[in-house]
């Protein structure tokens, strides 16, 4: 079947400090990777995504590279801001259905 | 660009009552979801219909029911509320046949509680 796994969390960044957020994932097929955020109190927004392999999806600092490989898609920033703070989720596309991992907070101090 | 839009934004209701989640979208998206948040948790799919005419339970559909008479629509209904459905609700919507894989656009949420 197809599910996605996401780093547990919380994880609490001073600002500046360097990301990362794993995710890996269990599909057949060749499916479309995403991750979105979800600031409080809002819907889910997409802030990026990946449709094939060796595909980097990067969008306001944040990066990720869909590796077959290793079936991973984990997100990257080089130095979070404090208005980075939300809750991060990485989804897969696998026919009519969309599979989210369970989210990953992020909290980030000046 | 209103998207996609869900009312009411909050609800409380009675063990017992019954209410519809409103969703409307206006992106001429094809496809469309109701998934529920739990604390914590991430987005478990209780309906989706590709189409207009056409639905298909997800994960969790006991307890709801939907219809889609209209592209733009996706009505969400829960007939007898029990607590155990106290949740934040989201609609999202994508368009297909438009060449790869497009992500979802996503409501603001519908925060319900049961008492």
């Known amino acids: 079947g ?3 796994t996401q780093m547990e969390g919380p994880v ?3 600002e500046e400090a360097f990301l990362t957020i794993n995710c890996t994932y269990t599909a057949t097929g060749y499916p479309s990777l995403f991750w979105y955020v ?3 109190g809002e819907g889910l927004q997409l802030l990026l995504k990946a449709t094939k392999a060796d595909d980097k999806g990067s969008n306001k600092g944040f990066e990720a590279t869909y ?4 079936t991973s898609f984990h997100l990257e920033k080089g130095s979070v801001q404090v208005s980075d703070s939300a809750v991060y989720f990485c989804a897969l596309n696998a026919g009519n259905q969309f599979y989210f991992g369970t989210g990953t907070s ?3 101090i000046p | 660009n209103a998207g996609v839009t869900q009312t009411p934004k909050f609800r409380i209701l009675k063990i017992g009552q019954s209410m519809t989640l409103q969703c409307t979208q206006d992106m001429n998206h094809n496809y469309m979801y109701w998934y529920r948040q739990d604390p914590g948790m991430g987005l478990k799919l209780i309906y989706y219909s590709v189409g207009a005419g056409i639905t298909d339970k997800g994960e969790v559909p006991n307890g709801y029911n939907v219809s889609r008479s ?4 996706f009505p969400l209904r829960l007939e007898l509320a029990a607590p155990s459905q106290t949740s934040v609700y989201f609609c999202a919507s994508v368009g297909r046949g438009q060449g790869g894989n497009q992500p979802q656009h996503f409501g603001d949420g519908t925060r ?4």
């Open chain 1, 67 to 70: 590796r077959k490989e290793t």
């Open chain 1, 106 to 108: 992020l909290t980030v």
């Open chain 2, 112 to 115: 319900l509680s049961i008492l």
């Open chain 1, 12 to 14: 609490t960044l001073s």
């Open chain 2, 70 to 73: 209209t592209t733009e629509d």
């Open chain 1, 2 to 4: 197809n599910s996605v």
């Open chain 1, 38 to 40: 979800q600031y409080p």
